[in-house]
């Protein structure tokens, strides 16, 4: 593992313990924090067996330091327009945009697609190197669409064993009906944005 690749999950792992001072919903950020944990080995794992490029494991890396955030603040509650108005001097990201709701849990989906889409391509094409990146891509895109789609059935399964008020805090809705449906359109537009640009990189 390059020094990278080290430093970055070393600063993973420090936000990670970070966000576990003092927490006031330990029970539910456990809960999200379980992908956290395993995502952090699976990534180690992975990067010992089909070595990423750095660019690649950073991004990945970069997603799992905002998942940390977001569990902290069951996604719903992460003070994103506070932490802007304080960066800004009063300038409100939600008032400019008409927000109705905390966004942050958008963002998330969103990187999901981003961040994991290059590098599920290219381990595609490790594994079967008669794909080409295009072929790889597309199987990568199905790939976020589907893993986006099992999470929801998880946080679906998951709710039914709490209460109404809990499962409302767990998921995140925030009232939203299409929220697990707008989740997984964001994934998809994350990985499709991932598109390999020039023309050596869609060879």
Not at 104 to 109: E, G, K, T, Y
Not at 140 to 165: F, G, H, K, N
């Amino acid at each position: 593992m390059s020094l990278v690749k080290k430093s970055a999950l070393a600063v993973v792992l420090l936000v990670f313990a970070l966000t576990w001072i003092a927490p006031t919903s330990p029970f539910e950020q456990g809960m999200h924090s379980v992908l956290t944990v395993v995502g952090l080995f699976w990534l180690w794992r992975h990067d010992r067996r089909w070595p990423l490029r750095d660019g690649h494991f950073l991004a990945i890396c970069g997603f799992m330091l905002t998942h940390c955030i977001a569990a902290r603040w069951l996604y719903s509650y992460v003070p994103y327009d506070r932490w802007i108005q304080w960066l800004t001097g009063g300038w409100s990201l939600d008032r400019a945009l008409g927000f109705q709701r905390n966004h942050f849990d958008r963002l998330i989906h969103l990187l999901y697609g981003l961040c994991f889409a290059p590098a599920v391509r290219e381990y595609f094409r490790q594994r079967w190197p008669a794909l080409s990146a295009r072929q790889a891509f597309a199987l990568a895109v199905a790939a976020v669409m589907c893993t986006s789609l099992i999470y929801e059935w998880i946080e679906w399964a998951i709710a039914l064993t709490m209460s109404p008020q809990d499962a409302e805090s767990y998921n995140g809705q925030q009232g939203d009906v299409w929220d697990a449906h707008t989740d997984m359109f964001l994934a998809t537009l994350g990985a499709l944005a991932a598109w390999p640009r020039g023309k050596r990189g869609a060879r």
